[in-house]
């Protein structure tokens, strides 16, 4: 420990008290590696405020010493965002006990959520309530609203409710110089200069340290059904999603996996039954909600509309859960891709991609053709988000493998890829965010954007106290 982190450690722990810091080797190792277990870092000390006002006192004390802060909610970063530097020079700022829900207003529909509040717990809480928070990921025991926050996350509820950004109201956060910034009324009308609170979405906490957030709430749902589909192609998906957009404002969820991602799931994770009898290239799973009496039975809408979509031949076959375990065994085979193919094909580089949502049909077949010619004997594809315009594109080592495939050309695969997102006016993040993993690429292909966000964290954090190392 240095002598200024030693300072900032005996200071902080006089001042208010034991809870405040964690320093034994042991309760810090978890915090000291990412989720993926792909970047190791260290760190002398945790910190671990209750309050803004202890986030505010920690700041200032960590800026006066020159103490870089690395701000940590549930760690569930895909891109080694709240992962410390390896030369141990940053202490963690922990945002676990700052776990309270501040309010629920059900006339107004929102609530106010501290940011080490766990997704789940949030949405538990608001169930309670008759409400509903509509964003939700494979993450949800862990991730926390200030990550949710700073990563501007997606999940599987975009189409219809838009990413994080789209769900905050209003933001409290400490800036890099110990000054609270008051977001959280809720107005709806605002227009005191550019937003403060959505400059701080995805920031990636290089910005600010988000204390608490104002989130927009929506009515419980009364009845849901998902549609497991089998489709010929990516098009032919995308087809179906606009004729069902076009008829109805009650899908929420639409994602889409290649034959062999499907077979990868049922052979590797155990208790997974195949949806649909036959064999198809591609499959869809679509969710439908109801929310109030207006809203047509799910069951009965998916029935409905994709009666006429199967007899033009748009969907070759398909099935409807009849109960909610059903509706969950069917996301249960989406949620268990990652892992299925990791176990099944070995390893891949992957990509969390974004291009035009009418686009992405072009680009996946094009991209996966281009980076099986310039690198035979691999194979790639994508699944999950299509309705977004954004899958998670990999490309496995197939016949070119090996364990130590990925050390030898993952950068370079890396690269190929990037390139062809970029020609396709594309994303090279879509919503994990930049962290320490793309951070040089998104300086390699988005100079001026960098620029710009380089000079914004210089106005804010001259010092480059926050997250050091991370998104710029
Ligand atoms: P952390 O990992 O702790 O931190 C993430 C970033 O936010 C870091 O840069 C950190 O410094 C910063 N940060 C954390 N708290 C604060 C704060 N209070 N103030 C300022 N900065 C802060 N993402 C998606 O978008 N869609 C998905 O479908 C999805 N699925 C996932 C599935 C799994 C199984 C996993 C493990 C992750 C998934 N993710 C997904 C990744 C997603 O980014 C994280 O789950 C989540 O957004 C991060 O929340 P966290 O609390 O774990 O933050």
Known sequence: MTPAQQQLVDTIRDRLGDKSVVTDADDLAPWLTDWRGRWNGDAPAMLQPASTDEVAAMVELAAELGVPLVPQGGNTSMVGGATPPADGSAVILSTRR????????????????????????????????????????????????????????????????GPMRALVQGIEAVLPDGTIHHGLT????????SSIDQLLVAAEGTLGIITAVRLKLVPAIRSRAVAWLGVASPQAALDV???????TGQVEGFEIL?????????????????????????????????????DEEPEALLARLLAPLMERGSVEDATISNSDAQADAFWHIRD?????????????TQHDISVPVDDMPRFMGEAARAVEAAFPGTHASGFGHLGDGNVHFHVRAGSRGGSDWLAREGEAV????????????????????????????LARLSPERVATLRALKAALDPKGLFNPGKLV
């Open 98 to 161: 700052m776990n309270r829900i501040r309010s629920i207003d059900v006339a107004s529909q929102s609530c106010v959520a501290e940011a080490g509040v766990i997704l789940q717990t949030l949405h538990e809480a608001v169930e309670r309530e008759g409400l509903r928070f509509p964003l939700t990921l494979g993450s949800r025991g862990s991730a926390t609203i200030g990550g949710l926050t700073s990563t501007n996350a997606g999940g599987t509820q975009v189409l219809r409710f």
């Open 186 to 193: 809720g107005l709806k009308k605002d227009n005191r200069g």
């Open 241 to 247: 999603l606009r004729a069902l957009e076009a008829e």
């Open 258 to 294: 290649p034959r062999e991602s499907l077979e990868a799931a049922l052979a590797q994770i155990p208790g997974l039954r195949r949806p649909l009898e036959g064999e198809h290239d591609w499959h869809v799973l679509v969710e439908a909600v109801a929310h109030d009496a207006a």
């Open 336 to 348: 268990s891709l990652s892992e299925a193919e990791k176990k099944q094909f070995g390893p891949a």
């Open 414 to 441: 890396t690269r190929f890829v990037h390139d062809l997102v970029v020609a396709a006016g594309g994303s090279i993040s879509a919503e994990h965010g930049i962290g320490q993993m793309k951070r040089d690429e």
